[in-house]
């Protein structure tokens, strides 16, 4: 099983600046590696797939990057309503070995 | 406009059972492998099952194998999980998800079940 690992936990930033989240892998994912945005009382919401593709909808101020274990997602010039938890979700051996996810990264108001 | 609509959560006693539903409005079922995703109070989420488009193929969590069986009805547009022999450790928020190629594109608003006696 990959184990994916998030850090930080949680993330203390202000408006207008930026976060830089991390994911990292047990065992190479290659490129397929997703980002999930989850706000509270929501279901989550799919921001951006294989490392750096933008779902349809997804402000061009959050951006991917990496490969193989490690993993970034960055939001630059935080707006309020990125204020959310973070999940990566891994399918390198997806459909038979479904899918992991990370812990969650919080991004709170500082 | 994608709309996935779970129901069938509710209390439960341990060792018993429940089974969940999702229905599906504005995209057609059949083209898409689809998912369950549960969340536990408090914690991350974590992938259940998942069901190729013709329902011949179906995955599995380990710890769900052979208690639960995710099925499809691709006539009426819905899937469904049927959850035997439920523990504590199922109580959580069960999500309908569609897998869109690269990623899991839609999801529903999600059905709580509760594992308690």
């Known amino acids: 099983e990959v184990v994916l690992t998030q850090s930080p936990a949680t993330l203390s930033l202000s408006p207008g600046e930026t976060a830089t989240l991390s994911c990292r892998a047990s065992?190479?994912?290659?490129?397929?590696l997703a980002w999930y945005q989850q706000k509270p009382g929501q279901a989550p919401r799919f921001l951006i797939y294989d490392t750096s593709v933008r779902a349809a909808g997804t402000p061009a101020r959050f951006s991917g990057s990496g490969s193989g274990t490690d993993f970034t997602l960055t939001i630059s010039s935080l707006e309020p309503e990125d204020f959310a938890v973070y999940y990566c979700q891994q399918r390198i051996r997806w459909p038979p070995g479904g899918l992991t996810f990370g812990g969650g990264t919080k991004v709170e108001i500082k | 406009e994608v709309q996935l609509v779970e129901s069938g959560g509710g209390l439960v006693q341990p060792g018993g059972s429940l089974r969940l539903s999702c229905a599906a409005s504005g995209i057609t079922l059949s083209q898409f492998w689809m998912t369950w995703v549960r969340q536990a109070p408090e914690k991350g989420l974590e992938w259940v099952a998942n069901?190729?488009?013709?329902?011949?193929?179906?995955y599995y969590l380990d710890s769900v194998k052979g208690r639960f069986t995710i099925s499809r009805d691709n006539a009426k547009n819905s899937i469904y999980l049927q959850m035997n022999s439920l523990r504590g450790d199922d109580t959580a928020v069960y999500y309908c998800c569609l897998w869109g190629g690269g990623a899991l594109d839609h999801w529903g608003q999600g059905t709580r079940v509760t594992v308690s006696s």
């Open positions: 069901i190729k488009q013709d329902g011949h193929e179906t």
């Open positions: 065992q190479s994912v290659n490129r397929y």
